[in-house]
């Protein structure tokens, strides 16, 4: 159970971006990560007396947790690969942009920040 826990804790800290769509998905998936720790100790809950009804119940709310997990680390992943594609898109511009007559000195200083932008955004 602990291992379970730690998995949670360690998908929500994962999820921390700046970009507010991307907050709204990381508290999305922190959330549902969290709907499915309740759905597996729900699970492992079960006992001698409970019947093969809260059984299957329980694995319905551990399968239900699950594909919400799935879902919505998939808006996550796509929203950071969109802002990825759009930083390149960005940066491709920059270059093309760049005159010919440029030396390499004022090329690496119009490039210079939007690399570095790319790198620790």
């Known amino acids: ?31 549902d990560l969290e ?22 119940d329980a694995q319905g709310e551990v399968q239900s947790a699950r ?3 799935r879902s919505s680390a998939g808006r996550l992943a796509d929203i950071r690969v969109n802002e990825l594609t759009a930083a390149y898109e960005e940066l491709s511009q920059v270059v093309q942009n760049i005159p010919n007559s440029a030396n390499v000195v004022e090329i690496v200083q119009t490039i210079r920040p939007k690399v570095q932008a790319g790198t620790t955004g």
């Open 1 to 31: 159970m602990f291992f379970v826990a730690g998995i949670l804790i360690l998908g929500c800290a994962v999820a921390g971006c700046v970009q507010p769509a991307q907050e709204r998905a990381e508290a999305e998936l922190c959330r």
């Open 35 to 56: 709907a499915l720790g309740v759905a597996l100790q729900n699970l492992q809950s079960v006992n001698a007396t409970s019947s093969v009804g809260d059984i299957r």
């Open 67 to 69: 594909e919400n997990v």
